[in-house]
């Protein structure tokens, strides 16, 4: 018997979600089930329910590429969230009426005109369901290509590089899409299920060539980036070779001028292409065919070769011996911590390979060569010769008058800075300054080191960062106006320091130029009278001056005894026996207050003769005295000199005196590792 049912929504049924109240209110248009004229067999319409879930199934299918919260007007694209136009399209209620008891249950008319008119009525309904669902999956699948032409811009959202949470599925071969979607349809029947099915189809191809399209341009972007980044670092590579650990002189290139800028010069240099102080186009290429030498890489060193990186000279050579320790980190910011020592029996990474590094790494279109070597008379003047300008950033004696001898007999500009305490000194010397004698442009000379300072100073030969301290950015500050002057120098702009003395107080911030003297009628190196013509000579000459990692004079170097020698461990067996003695530390008094051995008196050197009888009533004429200091040089000379009075009958109440060998360096390597060191 034919039963017709009349489904009518309970109002007991449980209230939706706001989602689903604001869903149901854009429904309002569509088909209804509640017309109780029509009158169905009941199999037939589970049967149509069965049908709308195949067919949302197949939709289902297609709209997996979103994600589960991802949302059109209103409703999901796919997964849990199927709501489309406020409406389930998987396995929606409104397209499954359900049955409950309850439910009016009426007998269909028996007759046949009654039947025929049931039957029109039926299909009418029917053909309105599948128009109303064919445009449901149309308006799915237009805003799916909508979505993404509207993001094909910017791939990076279709590509999903931010949020992977939810990411796409891998994107079917069109083989396994065509056949998922002939086993989802298989024993569907013709008629308008077939259009159903070719509007899904339809969209299906749309997503599909999409999808296909996105995966493509991803696999190119990643073949793209690969391949630029090995032409970049090929190209680094190439222009910044230089062959370091050799340490020879003939490692330094020799340049090519540069008569036309590339596009990554503009781009890299334009702030300063843009100066309109004369240094335009013309400046920048002066730069990048020059090159520079530096001597030091400590805490001038440091900046003078990070900014001569960043503006572009061609070739810089570095010449360091030393290595990173921990105690240069404070002011010499071009090296790392991880490069430095950390004790005695850690060695610290080359300073010039450290400062290499670091200025490819700001600039790798630059080339730099890093020599591990000690500048002498044997190599000084063929370095010199193969640079333009040279930079004094050393911290020794020896070393500036080396480097001024060598400029004045190549004919090279050396740019001069240094640092102690809390003040610095900046200066050029050596530079031909241009003078236009109406008819003819002649070059003049200006004053070198040796005009300044013909004798060296044994007293402030002798001072250092070490032994003295220094203000950390003190040398840094000293080092960017060198890099500056070196520029100047170079291209010409500006008034360059080369009759200027610049004295830098930090305590005062404040800058105070002393005017230069001409040079000397009677210089050793750079008048008519010079009596150093080679760097033999120049070498014989320096033989008193202090030079690199050396704090007294080799001339008065204390020659003592064997005897009077006691090394660090054999003075520790002393300590620990207990055996009386006096232990003398004649450092300076902040190195003293910085750290010191356990019962140990602080005299300074520069007080012991003052202060000797402090020393003989702690002796008493029966303990012996033993003198220390931070390197073992200072109590050597304590030693020689406390012996030396002691014979000449001026301290009687000594009884013996020792120098303990190395120090506190030899302390921290033989004794104590803990200990201090500085």
Same mark, same amino acid.
């Given at each position: 018997?034919? #039963?017709r ?24 248009k ?5 017309d109780?004229?029509?009158? %169905?067999?009941?199999? *037939? ?11 949302s199934?197949?939709?289902? &299918?297609?709209?997996? $590429? ?15 969230t ?20 309850g439910?009016? %249950? ?5 007759t ?9 009525k039926?299909q ?7 128009? $109303? $669902?064919? &445009? ?29 949470t ?18 989802s349809? /298989? ?17 299906? !191809? ?21 391949? &630029? ?17 050799s340490?020879?002189v003939? !490692? ?11 596009p ?38 440091s900046? %003078? ?25 404070h ?12 004790? $005695? ?6 300073k ?7 200025m ?19 190599n ?12 004094? /950033?050393?911290? &020794? ?11 004045v007999?190549?004919?090279?500009t050396? %740019? ?21 004698n ?5 070059? #003049? ?7 300044l ?20 950015p ?26 200027k ?11 105070f ?32 001056? +202090? ?52 019962? *140990?008196?602080n005299?300074p050197?520069e ?12 002796? +008493? ?24 009075w002691m ?22 390597k ?9």
């Amino acid at each position: 018997m034919n #039963k017709r049912t009349t489904y009518t929504p309970s109002k007991s049924s449980p209230k939706r979600s706001n989602n689903n109240q604001q869903s149901s209110r854009r429904i309002t248009k569509r088909p209804s089930y509640d017309d109780s004229s029509s009158s %169905v067999d009941n199999s *037939s319409l589970y049967a149509q329910a069965a049908t709308a879930r195949e067919e949302s199934s197949i939709r289902g &299918n297609i709209s997996e $590429w979103g994600d589960n919260d991802s949302t059109f007007n209103g409703g999901g694209i796919g997964g849990t969230t199927d709501d489309v136009m406020g409406g389930s399209v998987v396995g929606s209620s409104i397209l499954r009426p359900r049955l409950r008891s309850g439910d009016d %249950v009426d007998v269909a008319p028996s007759t046949a005109d009654d039947h025929e008119d049931h039957l029109q009525k039926r299909q009418g309904k029917r053909r309105t369901l599948v128009k $109303w $669902w064919s &445009n449901v999956v149309s308006r799915v699948s237009r805003s799916a290509s909508s979505l993404l032409n509207q993001h094909s811009p910017n791939l990076n959202d279709i590509l999903n590089d931010g949020d992977n949470t939810h990411p796409p599925p891998p994107v079917l071969r069109k083989e396994e899409d065509v056949s998922i979607r002939s086993e989802s349809v /298989a024993g569907r029947g013709a008629g308008a299920g077939g259009a159903v099915l070719q509007t899904i189809d339809h969209g299906n !191809d749309e997503v599909f060539v999409l999808r296909a399209q996105v995966v493509r341009l991803k696999e190119r972007i990643q073949q793209l980036e690969k391949t &630029n980044h090995d032409v970049e670092e090929s190209t680094a590579v190439a222009e910044a070779k230089s062959t370091l650990e050799s340490g020879n002189v003939d !490692d330094v290139p020799s340049l090519t001028q540069i008569r036309s800028l590339q596009p990554h010069h503009i781009s890299r240099y334009s702030r300063q292409l843009l100066l309109s102080d004369g240094f335009g186009v013309n400046g920048q290429q002066t730069l990048l065919s020059s090159s520079i030498l530096v001597i030091g890489a400590g805490g001038i060193g440091s900046t %003078v070769l990070l900014y001569l990186a960043s503006s572009g000279v061609g070739h810089v050579t570095i010449v360091d011996y030393d290595t990173v320790e921990m105690s240069n980190l404070h002011r010499q910011i071009i090296h790392r911590d991880e490069d430095a020592s950390k004790d $005695w029996k850690d060695v610290g990474m080359n300073k010039a390979q450290s400062a290499k590094r670091a200025m490819l790494k700001l600039n790798p279109t630059i080339s730099v060569t890093a020599l591990e070597i000690m500048i002498d008379a044997s190599n000084a003047m063929e370095l010199v010769s193969k640079h333009d300008v040279v930079v004094d /950033a050393c911290d &020794n004696p020896r070393t500036r008058y080396l480097l001024n001898d060598a400029c004045v007999l190549a004919g090279k500009t050396l %740019v001069s800075g240094s640092a102690m305490g809390t003040e610095g000194q900046l200066t050029v010397y050596n530079y031909h300054n241009h003078v236009d004698n109406s008819d003819s442009v002649e070059k #003049k000379a200006t004053a070198c080191y040796r005009c300044l300072y013909p004798n060296p100073n044994p007293v402030e030969g002798c001072k250092s960062c070490s032994d003295n301290g220094v203000l950390g950015p003190v040398p840094g500050l000293i080092g960017v106006l060198q890099a500056v002057e070196v520029i100047k120098v170079l291209t010409g702009i500006g008034n360059i320091m080369h009759d200027k003395l610049l004295m830098y107080d930090s305590l005062d911030c404040s800058f105070f130029n002393i005017k230069k003297p001409p040079p000397k009628r009677n210089c050793a190196v750079c008048s008519t009278e010079a009596t150093i013509k080679c760097m033999i000579d120049s070498e014989q000459s320096l033989e008193k001056v +202090r030079g690199p990692s050396v704090c007294a004079l080799p001339s008065q170097t204390p020659k003592l005894s064997e005897e009077q020698h006691i090394s660090c461990s054999d003075y520790n067996e002393l300590r620990t026996s207990g055996k009386p003695h006096v232990l003398l530390d004649v450092r300076v008094t902040r190195q003293y207050e910085m750290c010191s051995l356990e019962g *140990s008196i602080n005299i300074p050197l520069e007080r012991l003769e003052a202060e000797l009888d402090k020393v003989a009533e702690l002796s +008493r004429g029966e303990l012996p005295v033993y003198c220390l200091c931070r390197r073992g040089i200072a109590s050597a000379e304590a030693t020689r000199l406390i012996q030396q009075w002691m014979d000449e009958g001026k301290c009687s109440g000594i009884y013996s005196v020792y120098n303990l060998k190395g120090g506190l360096n030899s302390w921290v390597k033989t004794v104590d590792s803990e200990f201090p060191q500085y």
